[in-house]
């Protein structure tokens, strides 16, 4: 299979790159840090490739994809995994930080799967989209409003792309918290969180069972992509739950 993983710097998308190479695919591991890139293709073995795209600007994402294409020999499956998740309440929510979440998290996921439409058509391929239990199985996160609100329109888009495109496989995988993997697979997604503001919003979640203190282990998240991505196209599933166990 190959294999395209957007956001495979960190994170959840670094461990799914390598986890779905040593699984046996052919894998293009594309985000904006190529250094770290280039280590995570290491690491995923002989073959796979670094390509640097920025999915807020148009023109990398579609030269990124072709070059992708191009390296690999086709394309059978897209991983989409970039996101950004501003810690702020509402009220404090400037216009810049919004776009940045939805050019990033919503209109990124577009551009790069229009780039990808004709090797996936070819091919009859599936595209994956990590989504967040916020934005669909619990009420929405105080703090996490950007975030949640561009989730909630990921998983719109992935229902209109499959609406449009019956023969290709468009699947949201909602993921509940999730640390990734060791070191540079690790998430990096709260890095930029205020310290002050996330130790006054987190026991909120807690209290409110958003999290329950759990982690899916990264493994598991893996093995779930890899059945989606193997899926028959035009029979592919819409939508995978994947999230640790409750506390025993
Ligand atoms: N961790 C969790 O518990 C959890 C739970 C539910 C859902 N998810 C979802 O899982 C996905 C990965 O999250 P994570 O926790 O692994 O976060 P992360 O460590 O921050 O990884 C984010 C990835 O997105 C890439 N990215 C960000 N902006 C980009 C841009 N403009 N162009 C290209 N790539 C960009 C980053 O690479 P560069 O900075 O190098 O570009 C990085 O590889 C997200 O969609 C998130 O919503 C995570």
Known sequence: MRTVVVGASSGLGRSLGI??????????????????????????GPGTLAIR??????????????????????????????AIGPLARLVDLDADTWRRTFDTNVIGAALVTA??????????????????????????WPGLGAYIVSK???????????????RIGFTRVVVGDCAGGEG????????????????????VWLSRNYVSGSLLPVDELVRVVDSVLRCDAAACVPSVIVTPRPPT
Do not use: M, N, Q
Not at 30 to 36: E, F, G, H, Q, V
Not at 74 to 79: E, K, P, T, W
């Open 19 to 44: 986890g779905l190479a040593h699984r046996g695919g052919k894998l293009a591991l594309l985000a904006r840090r190529y250094d770290r890139l280039v280590d995570a293709a290491k690491e995923a």
């Open 184 to 203: 540079p697979s690790r998430t990096e997604f709260a890095s930029e969180w205020d310290a002050t503001l996330a130790g006054e919003l987190g026991p």
């Open 53 to 82: 795209c920025d999915v807020t600007d148009p023109s990398s994402c579609g030269e990124a994809i072709e070059e992708a294409a191009s390296g690999l020999g086709g394309i059978d499956a897209l991983v989409y995994a970039p």
């Open 152 to 166: 909630a329109a990921l998983d719109k888009l992935v229902d209109a792309w499959r609406a449009e495109h019956p």
């Open 115 to 140: 780039a990808a439409i004709p090797h996936l058509t070819a091919s009859g391929g599936v595209a994956a989209y990590l989504s967040s239990v916020s934005a669909s199985l619990t009420p929405p």
